[in-house]
DNA sequence: TTGGACTATAAGTATATACATAAAAACCTG
DNA sequence: CAGGTTTTTATGTATATACTTATAGTCCAA
């Protein structure tokens, strides 16, 4: 019955998958218990319960109390993909990063931003346009909101120096954010501030962030021709 | 010296979480050590121990043996999300799915392709243009390559039923994979398949998945203009 | 001053045990 | 038999203890 020494929680997991993979156990199908696993390699259950619970974290297993351990049926694997610093993103390319303030300017949001931000009707933001410069050349562009509300201090910051979203990470706590990813066609203004042709196509990510109910900021991140955002499972 | 009672692990972590974002720890500190915590907090070394490295994971804490512990110099914060099968991404929204084999043969591929699965020079793969299609408009082409010594039985499969990645992800089980998002301009070719008009801004999803070393495909995905990836830290 | 050997330390892990909790399954009861 | 209650059970978690491992720091010698 002992089916070998699985003495650690990767071994184990490296089992589990093992028979996910060869079809031992497919997907739909209930595996043992944690118990009977824990006799079976000859550990602990809660080296097991390590192991499956990684394994669940990773959407390759399904778990529920009483019910018992699955495997999942539909695989809808998960990546994780690392939220970029623009700087960071720049110098770790060996390029040189610049970064210029096109436009600054208390304002009333248009009607998507506002109701993005949960803000009332008629309150002024802050909006910023700024462009990032990797070797010299243009790299992305963003439209920033700012709720000056959620952000003491903002309205003192020279962030003409500092960009707005690295003033934002190391001054202001965060719980969470919204991103959304896609792609839009280069208009007249895109074309010029990023240097590339009207009608190329442009990767674009929309991000919120928030705390304690009160979103911080929005911004709308353009990209010049040929971005590309890698990930990994 | 007791900070109170913190006897969960989602206690402790809210805590760490609580001081993190009042600063009372900044980034870079170093904190102190589980067994400090561990003391202070009334709990066991264990409970400290799935607390931080829960923060860990999600790359809010940076931890490594004998240093320490220190909150991220820069919050890189990891955002996962979800690789969605198209099929039920279109379902989910209440709409019908149907897709269609545009071209299917087996082919020399051409270089890039080659040197991302790592086949031989002059080796026949599958390529396979397929189009999927949410109530009756198209949603998102496909463009894919497939390994067929990495793939037993596709020869046999009729991808016309099911679509190559619903046959893959049901039959072939697989370690990992690479994502690459970006942008592209839609082209003559882009804007037959589509319906969409030529140099409009497409948002394109590169994947390769591989299993025991061998890249079992590489897909491109062109998304119809509009098409929007979400996330959520 | 450098470079290798040693040591101390903090995280990482394994284990037995105990109890908590969600929820499926069995058991009523009208 | 429907609907509610109890029981059972698999996962989830906490804890004390012990040992492992990576590595920052220290020490020492060439």
Redesign the pocket.
Known sequence: MSGGEF?????VQAEVLRRINAREWKPGDFIP???ELAIEF??????V??A??AL?ESGLLD???????RVALNPVRKATLDIPVIRYEIESKGQTYRHTVLTQERAVPPSGIRARMQVEQGVKLIHLVTLHLADGKPYVFGDRWINPQAVPGIEAADLTVKSANEWLVANIPFEGGDFSFSAMTAGKREAEILACKEGEGLFVIDRSTWNKGLVITSVRLTFAPGYQMHTKI
């Open positions: 003495n650690s929680w990767q071994s218990n944690e118990a000859g550990c602990a259950r809660a080296t319960n390590r499956l619970r669940a778990r529920r109390r009483k019910a018992g351990t």
